[in-house]
């Protein structure tokens, strides 16, 4: 059979400039869901009619995690990029609309004493975190400082630190809020307070982030493989059956209140700091999966049960992207170059499972910085930075090109269709937020765009903001 072929096939691969126009089309979907107020500008956390996660902690119309925080973060990079001042005045917007709605010492009283159960995850402390509270909106409005020198966000910061160390439980020893103890709970305020240290300089700040570290100290449980981890979450709240069992990973685990004690020590040159990272080390390094050409750390751990084998976290919360993290401020800490062959290895372990390209349990479709494509996207271009591999550039370009595929873009802008909760699988919608939906998309392309252009990103996410350049 001879073919008559109308003509030829051409399909051109994605550029940097695609890059930047696909951030565009996210704006136009931040534009479209937008809400104006006497007091300033927030976005629609979720735009699809009647899922607008009423009473839920950590998707809340202000936070870091999903809110307007986050969102003016990411209008900060971008104004960074490309020096257009409109979305520079979006991230006023979204300051404004937090000067002016600010709710004192009393927002801690209304998460943890509030009738709310929690929405989706019922874990009060991760309402009061860095993530969802004032203090990551602070830490938002302070680098807007940077470039509006407002006395209000400045003052801002301090205000909030202090109401914090106010609405908190202080014996003097130690400092908390909740019975959680995690990076996405009352564990977030140590990086937070040594935020507020390093841009004041008031030593009050490093004492409070020590009594905080303190308070995640109770949580430590020798761990018979050896090393340590940390007990930090009651996980019966969220549906596992046993009270030992524990996230050995970033957000909810070890390795993220072990970043957190290499970050004091930093501060304070105190070895017992250092010491409780490596012993995590120790810990990690029993536990972990794989080999030198890729390794995963278990999504769970339960010292009588064993390690949790069904599915692999690939980003931020319970993945390499966060746990790599750790070893990034190890090296920054110690210059210790095994440290940096761990993030190799996690790294590799991503590519092992099939990320980009294939979706395996523990790699949903949530396609937000927390727990999918963007944050691997983020992590492959901070992990060539860091490590002078560009190697990794490639597969950032990989994962880039997917994640747009996965997308949707019609007048109302582009946007991701996500399951962010897999407790309910089904229940699939779009999300503007930094670390849960479309703006934390646009925060990954935007750092493969910056990198291909050679332009810097002054506005870091929090993972990031203590990490050498």
Not at 1 to 22: H, R, T, V
Not at 184 to 192: E, I, L, R, T
Not at 215 to 221: E, G, L, P
Request: proline letters at 4%; aromatic letters at 14%.
């Amino acid at each position: 059979m001879k073919l008559k072929f109308a003509q030829p096939l051409k399909f051109d691969s994605l550029a940097s400039e695609d890059y930047l126009k696909a951030v565009l089309e996210i704006v136009q979907y931040l534009k479209t869901n937008e809400v104006v107020t006497p007091q300033g500008k927030y976005w629609k956390v979720s735009p699809e009619p009647g899922n607008e996660y009423k009473g839920d902690l950590m998707i809340t119309p202000k936070g870091l995690y999903a809110g307007s925080a986050g969102i003016g973060q990411f209008f900060l990079q971008l104004f960074e990029v490309t020096q257009d001042p409109k979305y520079l005045e979006e991230a006023k917007s979204a300051a404004e609309y937090i000067l002016n709605t600010y709710e004192g010492p009393g927002f801690f009283k209304g998460i943890l004493e509030g009738n709310d159960d929690g929405g989706i995850w019922p874990v009060k402390g991760w309402g009061t975190s860095v993530y969802a509270a004032p203090a990551g909106q602070a830490i938002f409005v302070d680098q807007l400082y940077a470039h509006v020198p407002d006395k209000r966000y400045r003052e801002f910061l301090t205000q909030t630190a202090d109401d914090a160390i106010l609405a908190g439980k202080d014996d003097g020893e130690i400092l908390h809020w909740s019975t959680e103890a995690d990076l996405m709970a009352d564990g977030s305020y140590a990086f937070f307070f040594l935020y507020v240290y390093r841009k004041t300089g008031d030593v009050k700040y490093l004492e409070a982030a020590k009594r905080v570290i303190a308070f995640t100290d109770t949580r430590i449980v020798h761990a018979k493989e050896g090393g340590i981890y940390y007990k930090n979450v009651d996980l019966t709240l969220v549906g596992w059956k046993s009270k030992e069992s524990a996230f050995p990973n970033f957000s909810h685990g070890a390795a993220g209140t072990a970043w957190l004690n290499v970050l004091l020590y930093q501060e304070t040159k105190d070895e017992a700091y250092l010491e409780k990272a490596k012993e995590v080390v120790k810990f990690l390094s029993a536990i972990v999966e794989g080999d030198e050409t890729g390794a995963l750390v278990p999504y769970l751990y339960n010292p009588e049960l064993g390690r949790f084998h069904d599915f692999y976290y690939l980003s931020t919360c319970h993945g390499p992207v966060g746990t790599s993290i750790l070893f990034r401020q190890l090296f920054d800490a110690t210059g210790n170059k095994d440290y940096l062959e761990w993030v190799n290895i996690l790294t590799r372990g991503i590519l092992k499972a099939g990320a980009p390209l294939k979706h395996t349990p523990g790699y949903w479709n949530s396609y937000c910085l927390c727990c999918g494509a963007p944050g691997v996207l983020a992590h492959f271009v901070k992990t060539a930075e860091g490590l002078g591999n560009e190697e990794w550039t490639a597969h950032a370009k990989v994962t880039a090109d997917k994640l747009l595929g996965d997308s949707f873009n019609d007048v109302k802008g582009r946007r991701w269709y996500a399951a962010w909760t897999r407790k309910i699988p089904g229940f699939v919608e779009t999300y503007t937020g930094l670390y849960a939906g479309a703006a934390g998309a646009g925060t990954s392309l935007l750092y493969l765009y910056a990198h291909e252009k050679g332009l810097s990103i002054q506005t870091e996410t929090v993972e990031y903001l203590f990490l050498n350049k």
